[in-house]
């Protein structure tokens, strides 16, 4: 399985961006999908998930009300949806495919991830 993340970049506080993830090779639709991110000198952290039919979301707490996770099973493609962008959201996000049709925010519930995009927020 391949997952190529892109859609990052550089906005202003208060800003939106829409991250996307595209899966490829032995991708199964059958699982559940989710976003992490690392920002410099921290551990790597949960952001949001979703099962395989798109129906069940989680999200961390520090974003719940600006992002919204969603996927597209005919393209094979989750996306993020990042509103009212603050500083502290400034990392690399890596987009990543469940072992089970539904996830949750533990990294070991994923086997496959992708390569990262970057995204900051400053003024």
């Known amino acids: 399985v391949q997952l190529q993340a892109s859609g990052g970049g550089l906005v202003q506080p208060g800003g939106s961006l829409r991250l996307s993830c595209a899966a490829s090779?032995?991708?199964?639709?059958?699982?559940?999908m989710g976003w992490f991110r690392q920002a410099p000198g921290k551990e790597r952290e949960f952001v949001a998930s979703?099962?395989?039919?798109?129906?069940?979301?989680f999200y961390a707490d520090s974003v719940k009300g600006r992002f919204t996770i969603s996927r597209d099973n005919a393209k094979n493609t989750v996306y993020l949806q990042m509103n009212s962008l603050k500083p502290e959201d400034t990392a690399v996000y890596f987009c990543a495919v469940a072992r089970r049709a539904v996830s949750g925010s533990a990294a070991t519930e994923y086997n496959y991830w992708g390569q990262g995009t970057q995204v900051t927020v400053s003024s």
């Open positions: 090779g032995r991708f199964s639709s059958n699982n559940g």
């Open positions: 979703i099962d395989w039919r798109g129906g069940r979301t």
